[in-house]
Each structure stands twice: as structure tokens, then as C-alpha cells.
């Protein structure tokens, strides 16, 4: 579980600090390939012989991705932060014709937005990975996990 997550987590990182540096709104894209990917990948590594244990260790795993993406995010929210900034924000709007007014009024409700948007979809990854990633368990365990308790029991009950 700890050896998926920790993958997972390390590629949820690189890609939520790039994408974060576009646009934070895309990440949600991502995250069902990664959290399917991790309560997969999960399986594989703990062999779990319960279909109760393929889905929590999956779960598990997922979550601990989603805190690579977390951490991944908020770095790039500050790069992206630190070098758009409200000037940034309002020359852009500016060369749409829209009225931003000055940056010294809009910095406000750019830091603000910046924070609660960066706190909201993290959470929301977070969230979305440990229910995919028991989803990727239990797709492991239809494929592969029933044959391998099978086999468990067989060989346990040869041996008694």
C-alpha cells in the first residue's frame, strides 16, 4: 500500500505542480487514472486474500496519493501566485477589455481566491483518489484476487 501510494504520490506531485502552473481547475482531470492506478497497483504489491482488505489497502493507497498531488499543488499555486500575482491578473483581463481596476484592489480577493482554490480542490483529489483507488482494488480483486484466495485456501487446507 505504501509502495503504490508513495509512486502514485510521486506522479500526482510532478503533475499537479505543472498543471497547477495552468490552471488548478484541470487537476480533477487527472486524478481518476491516478487514483484507479494506485488502489491497483496496491493490490499487486500486498496480495490481500479478503476483498474487504484488497479495498481498504487500495483506499489507503489512493489517499496517499492524493497528498502527493496536495503538496504538488500547493507548490504550484505559489509559483503561480508569485509570478502572475494581481498585476498579472489584471493586464490579462485588461487585454480582454475587461475592467479589473487596480491590482492594489484586486490583490485582496486574489489571495483569498488563490487559497480557498488551492484548498478546496486538494481536498476534493484527496477525496476522489481514495474512492477510485478502493475502485482500483476492487477491479484487481475481480480480476485477480479471487483466484489467489482460492488458491490460499487450497494449499492451507492440504497443509492441514
Not at 502527493?68 to 491578473?89: H, R, T
Request: hydrophobic share 55%; with cysteine; glycine share 14%.
Amino acid at each position: 500500500m505504501k509502495k503504490s501510494g508513495l509512486i502514485i504520490g510521486g506522479i500526482g506531485f510532478v503533475f499537479s505542480l505543472a498543471v497547477t502552473l495552468l490552471s488548478p481547475i484541470l487537476l480533477p482531470c487527472i486524478t481518476p487514472i491516478l487514483g484507479i492506478a494506485a488502489g491497483y497497483m496496491a493490490d499487486i504489491f500486498d496480495l490481500p486474500l479478503l476483498k474487504s482488505d484488497a479495498i481498504k489497502k487500495a483506499a489507503k493507497a489512493g489517499a496517499l496519493g492524493g497528498v502527493g498531488m496536495l503538496v504538488g499543488q500547493v507548490i504550484g499555486a505559489i509559483i503561480n501566485g508569485v509570478a502572475v500575482g494581481p498585476e498579472g491578473v489584471v493586464m490579462v483581463l485588461s487585454s480582454f477589455g475587461i475592467p479589473a481596476g487596480s491590482p492594489a484592489a484586486l490583490a485582496k480577493y486574489y489571495w483569498t481566491m488563490m487559497f480557498v482554490g488551492t484548498a478546496c480542490i486538494s481536498l476534493f483529489n484527496i477525496a476522489l483518489m481514495a474512492g477510485l483507488g478502493a475502485l482500483g482494488g476492487l477491479i484487481w480483486w475481480e480480476a485477480n484476487g479471487k483466484e489467489k484466495a482460492a488458491k490460499a485456501q487450497i494449499t492451507e487446507s492440504e497443509e492441514v
